[in-house]
């Protein structure tokens, strides 16, 4: 009995260890403006811990002027963005913290001359220690006393990810990041717009004013034709267009219109059912107007009546319009259906796999 008591407030101490070390990280986080651990004079002891619940994301950059390094400053420029929406929704998580080794901080050098880094930037994310425990061999140095030696640059030691930052947009960069880091801490990452009240305002204010324009001043051929109902219409179908192509989920999540892979090559299509890039708000919009014209196409076609003075003065021409009707039809429900393949492989409903 007295053995076990033991061992519970052996464990309750190591619990308690560990929620201040974590707690005093994230009021450090919390302290600063953009939540990201600066260190200096080479100290990386506020992240340097043996005992971890939380996974930690290294970067390791320079962004001395004289050292030109474009990817460096790209990295400076996307990883405040990704740090803030961590901390928007989980401030109090104590699950992920972020943390810079700048070169442009001379006292940061000994940091580099014991890694002999070739290359920067680096960005490396840590993993809780139960996780690493799991994946290295290495045998835990433990002194007279029973406790862990730990040093200063232990961390940098411990098996970790590797983030390759993409040749693409400052937006698809940190989209990158964000969804890279969010599949591997399985937790989901909220990028926001700077300000999404204003963009809409501003959206919205131009295209009208647009429409009021070019129906005011236009040319004569469009005011002369174009009424208000026919705006209307315009506007409602589009606006449907957009809807059910996920706007709303894209601009909300704040993803880029294009998106690359860490190979620079885009992605069209994403590949999960839970995300989606900016570019298929075009493409399933796009897709559901051109089925739906050639169902009214074809629909046209079944009441439209044939004869001498008509366009279609035959029956056979009405029968060969209806079946290439018939095959755009199909085409277009397989692209569609395509996508969502794209998305769940395993999807029963669909036609040609035309992509």
């Given at each position: 009995m007295i053995v076990l008591l033991h061992i519970l407030l052996a464990w309750v101490a190591f619990v308690a260890a560990e929620t201040e070390q974590a707690l005093k990280?994230?009021?450090?986080?919390?302290?600063?403006?953009?939540?990201?651990?600066?260190?200096?004079n080479g100290d990386l002891s506020p992240i340097s811990q043996p005992?971890?619940?939380?996974?930690t994301l290294i970067a390791i950059t320079s962004t001395d002027p004289k050292h030109n390094c474009d990817s460096c400053r790209d990295l400076k420029a996307m990883l405040p963005g990704v740090s803030k929406a961590w901390f928007a929704d989980y401030m109090w998580s104590h699950y992920l913290f972020f943390a810079t080794i700048d070169l442009a901080d001379e006292s940061n050098k000994p940091v580099f001359d014991y890694l002999k880094l070739k290359t920067v930037p680096q960005v490396w994310l840590?993993?809780?220690?139960?996780?690493?425990?799991?994946?290295s061999k290495k045998e835990r140095v433990v002194d007279d006393d029973g406790n862990v030696v730990y040093g200063n640059y232990e961390i940098l030691l411990e098996p970790h990810a590797n983030f390759e930052i993409p040749d693409a947009s400052l937006n698809t960069q940190t989209f990158q990041l964000a969804d890279w880091l969010a599949h591997t801490v399985q937790k989901k990452i909220m990028l926001r717009q700077e300000n999404p009240f204003m963009k809409f305002v501003t959206t919205f204010g131009l295209t009208f004013g647009?429409?009021?324009?070019?129906?005011?001043?236009?040319?004569?051929?469009?005011?002369?034709?174009?009424?208000?109902a026919l705006i209307y219409k315009i506007i409602?179908?589009?606006t449907l267009l957009v809807i059910l192509g996920g706007y709303s989920f894209t601009a909300i999540q704040g993803i880029p219109f294009l998106a690359?892979?860490?190979?620079?090559?885009?992605?069209?299509?994403?590949?999960?059912?839970?995300?989606?890039f900016g570019d298929e708000i075009v493409l399933v919009g796009g897709n559901y107007f051109l089925l739906g014209a050639a169902l009214v196409f074809l629909i046209y076609l079944g009441r439209y009546r044939v004869?001498?003075?008509?366009?279609?003065?035959?029956?056979?021409?009405r029968l060969v319009l209806t079946i290439i009707g018939t095959g755009v039809l199909y085409l277009f429900y397989s692209s569609l259906t395509s996508m969502f393949l794209r998305k769940d492989p395993g999807y029963p409903y669909h036609m040609s796999k035309v992509f």
């Open positions: 990280l994230t009021e450090l986080s919390l302290a600063l403006p953009d939540g990201i651990i600066a260190i200096t005992d971890r619940e939380h996974y840590v993993p809780p220690s139960s996780v690493v425990a799991m994946h647009a429409i009021l324009y070019i129906k005011k001043r236009g040319p004569g051929f469009i005011t002369g034709s174009v009424n208000k409602t179908l589009t690359r892979d860490p190979k620079g090559n885009i992605m069209y299509v994403s590949g999960s059912l839970h995300w989606q004869g001498p003075d008509t366009v279609i003065s035959s029956e056979p021409a």
